[in-house]
């Protein structure tokens, strides 16, 4: 059984609440949001982070970000303005090493994040 949280639950053994999946991608609701509408979209293939990206990959990162964007569209902020972040590393406060992209909206966002 693979130890990655994110693979356990593209693989359904922990429980998501899923708002939109494709064959390259499944994207749920963050489980410790951070905006009103917080959600991750992660490759169904296991990528540990921007840093392990190869050329192999260029395809599914194109699939993430469209997906990205398909489930702010699903999400209603599609419109008045979202987010994505990829979390990267120690400093970036990364904390699951699976690719994931942070779609985060529902309110205004101030910038430069912290
Ligand atoms: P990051 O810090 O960028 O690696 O973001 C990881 C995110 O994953 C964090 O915002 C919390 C979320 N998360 C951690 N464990 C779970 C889980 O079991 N289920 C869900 N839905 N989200 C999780």
Not at 12 to 17: F, L, M, N, S
Not at 27 to 41: C, M, S
Not at 77 to 87: A, D, E, K, L, P
Not at 91 to 106: E, M, N, R, T
């Amino acid at each position: 059984m693979t130890e990655c949280l994110f693979c356990r639950i593209v693989q359904g053994e922990i429980a998501a609440d899923i708002v939109y999946q494709d064959e390259s991608v499944i994207a749920f609701r963050d489980i410790q949001p951070q905006v009103p509408t917080h959600v991750l979209v992660v490759p169904r293939r296991h990528v540990a982070g921007y840093n392990d990206l190869t050329k192999d990959d260029d395809a599914l990162l194109g699939s993430v970000g469209r997906a990205a964007a398909h489930v702010a569209q699903l999400e209603g902020i599609g419109s008045s303005g979202y987010r994505c972040v990829v979390n990267s590393g120690q400093d970036a406060l990364q904390s699951v090493p699976h690719l994931h992209v942070h779609v985060l909206g529902g309110r205004p966002l101030s910038w430069p994040p912290g």
